[in-house]
């Protein structure tokens, strides 16, 4: 990569952690270049908006109260709106003035006035579970749902931003949670993976089918045949969980632990019939949010994902006094963490005993291997795709709807520099070519991938991010890039500033 790591000294980037405030009406943007006539429609994107309540913060990157943006494309013009969402967590925490519902890493205090342990999921009576759908947004059937990855979701409306309902998915399906990721097929069948409880109080995970009534995942990979779910060693401890609430001042932070010893499983499972694939695959300890793609090739499954090198849980680095640290501070926190990395892993479906030993990979473009040991453990070794000594390459997109689960070229990520977001890139998963686009103290967020209508290459499209520049006279735009080299196709400013963004959508 062409690869010119900035620096931040000034701490523009602390601007992204910041409280805004909601619009009551669309603000203009100002068009720089030409918006390319095939986009109408809007962007949807979800993030946290409100970082403190009153004089009470929130301590973590992802507890921060849900705001939607939208940006709406008309006839070359570009309009910005934003919106909390009117959560549960959001609602109370703005009408007592505190916070009421424990999120990811801050602990809520109980109102002396009320009984703390009102209902805990769908087994255990006891805590409020958060409703706070600061990850994503996506469609089921006709509807959008913004998510988080906890058993609620949130109907929005796509137009106005309103909050229309919460859902509690355990009225539906037997699950405590599900993830912000599903995978959607074309015939717009929804895919997710949620945990449930088992027999004898196991927990159990299981995939939940939405069927069609209409884009990716991350959580879980899916080929056209197979899911693939990749088991890391960070898990719940589901006895400190209850425990933790009824005790002390605890978040969900505190619940997590690391299995040193257990490194990563990876399960597979055939789609249809839907039969779990018993053989034991494994490979050294990682952390692991995105999925890249996955599809099948020769009797193999290639898995692309976005690793964290090591057993430690990555979410221990985003704590918001962290990321909102003086540069040299920022960098000398990200030097400890996991080191990122984009890996591919190639695991075997026609497996045979007597090949203990050998490498049983004989895809030709891959140097990674499966290997099977005595027990009859399938040891998988990745091929590095990339990496960059605290340069990652994450939230990453693909031209989902062409090549969702499909033998594929490229990839698009948001190049994080020290955990600080600064660059938009791309990746030929190949060749490992690279193409990167990023400006001085303009911090982007995860690039969405448009194809053209007449699309003929894979990557004949453009990207949308939303770009925080905090410094210049219009702090925040929406930036088009040409998927083809990532060079500049358009931007509309806006007035206000944008704070951090995880995912969303394009909706046509």
């Not at 720089?32 to 986009?39: E, H």
């Not at 004989?362 to 453990?377: E, I, R």
Request: aromatic share 14%; hydrophobic share 35%.
């Amino acid at each position: 990569m062409n690869l010119d790591v900035f620096e931040h000294p000034a701490g523009g980037y602390r601007k992204i952690f910041e409280t805004c405030e909601e619009l009551s009406e669309t603000l203009p943007a100002t068009v720089t270049g030409r918006i390319p006539s095939f986009l109408k429609g809007s962007l949807l994107r979800l993030g946290p908006g409100l970082f403190e309540v009153g004089d009470e913060p929130f301590y973590h990157l992802f507890d921060g109260q849900a705001l939607m943006h939208k940006f709406d494309f008309k006839n070359g013009q570009v309009t910005y709106f934003r919106k909390f969402v009117r959560t549960d967590a959001y609602v109370r925490a703005i009408t007592e003035k505190r916070v009421v519902i424990t999120e990811f890493g801050t602990f809520a205090y109980p109102d002396p006035c009320k009984n703390i342990f009102s209902r805990f999921f769908s087994y255990f009576k006891g805590v409020e579970v958060t409703d706070n759908c600061l990850v994503n947004v996506y469609p089921v059937g006709e509807d959008f749902y913004a998510v988080t990855e906890t058993n609620y979701i949130t109907k929005v409306n796509p137009d106005t931003l309103e909050t229309l309902k919460k859902v509690d998915m355990c009225n539906y399906i037997n699950i405590n949670g599900v993830t912000a990721h599903p995978h959607i097929e074309r015939d717009g069948t929804v895919y997710n993976i949620g945990n449930c409880m088992g027999k004898g109080a196991t927990l159990a995970y299981n995939i939940v089918r939405i069927p069609p009534t209409q884009k990716g995942s991350d959580h879980f990979g899916m080929s056209e045949n197979y899911f693939v779910f990749v088991e890391t060693p960070v898990k719940i401890n589901l006895l400190k969980f209850l425990s933790a609430w009824s005790i002390r001042g605890s978040n969900y932070m505190d619940c997590f632990e690391s299995n040193e010893s257990q490194g990563t499983l990876f399960h597979i499972a055939r789609k249809d019939p839907g039969e779990y694939i018993d053989h034991k695959f494994k490979g050294a300890p990682i952390g692991m949010f995105h999925h890249i793609n996955t599809y099948e090739d020769q009797g193999f499954v290639v898995v692309d994902l976005c690793a964290w090198k090591g057993f430690e849980f990555v979410y221990n680095y985003l704590w918001l006094a962290n990321l909102r640290a003086n540069w040299d501070e920022v960098k000398k926190a990200a030097m400890m963490a996991p080191q990122p990395e984009v890996r591919r892993y190639v695991i075997p479906l026609d497996i045979h005993k007597e090949e203990q030993g050998k490498n049983l990979v004989s895809l030709p473009y891959t140097t990674a291997t499966a290997t099977m040991h005595a027990d009859g453990m399938i040891w998988l070794e990745p091929e590095i795709l990339f990496s960059g000594p605290r340069q990652a390459f994450e939230f990453p997109q693909i031209n989902y709807e062409r090549y969702g689960g499909k033998n594929y070229t490229y990839a698009y990520g948001l190049g994080l520099n020290h955990f600080i977001p600064d660059r938009i890139c791309k990746l030929n998963v190949k060749t490992k070519e690279t193409w990167v686009w990023q400006e001085p103290d303009s911090y982007p967020s995860e690039p969405l991938f448009v194809q053209t209508p007449e699309a003929v290459d894979e990557d004949d499209g453009v990207l949308l991010t939303i770009v925080a520049a905090p410094g210049s006279q219009r702090p925040a735009y929406l930036l088009i890039l040409n998927a083809k080299d990532l060079s500049e196709v358009a931007r509309a400013e806006v007035e206000c500033s944008i704070p951090v963004t995880f995912h969303g959508m394009y909706k046509p």
